[in-house]
């Protein structure tokens, strides 16, 4: 389940959700990014990644990204390139991800199996949907990050976690 994640600016009052993390159907999405950046759907350095790199990894959690020049907050998938660490080999995954799962058996890789058993390649290329700036990674589900103080796009001001968990997500 992601979490939904509320954020409000201590000056003028500006304020947006997240949803972060992981949905129930994460199995899912992972096989279907994986298969938009090998069909190139997701830009040509995705298609090449996975022709270069067969036993590559790409981190499908949703994050938190800021644009670099209007400064407004975008939540989407991570999408960064992971390549297996050397000599470090993923163990198979045994177990279920939940009983009310229907994909059972499906391959999927999370972040956490990404720190321990992947190396980062590269950050996808993400684009602003308003001026088609850059977006930096600003933020993912982990703790730390969603208390943290962040940048308010309107008036500068700082923003601060209104609620930690306004819902669930998926
Ligand atoms: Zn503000
Ligand atoms: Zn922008």
Partial sequence: MGKIIGYKCQDCGYEFSASLG??????AVYAE??????SGKLGKDAQQFFEDHPDGSVNCENVLFQCDQCHKYFCDKDLSMYVPKSGVTMPPKTG???VAMPFEGAEYITKE????YFELYKRFDHRCKECGGKLSF?????????QMEIECPICHGRMKLKLEDLGRWD
């Fill in 22 to 27: 992981i949905g129930f159907s994460f199995p």
């Fill in 33 to 38: 990014t994986v298969e938009k950046m090998k």
């Fill in 96 to 98: 279920r991800w939940s």
């Fill in 113 to 116: 199996d990404l720190d321990k």
């Fill in 138 to 146: 600003v933020a993912d589900d982990t703790p730390e990050h969603i």
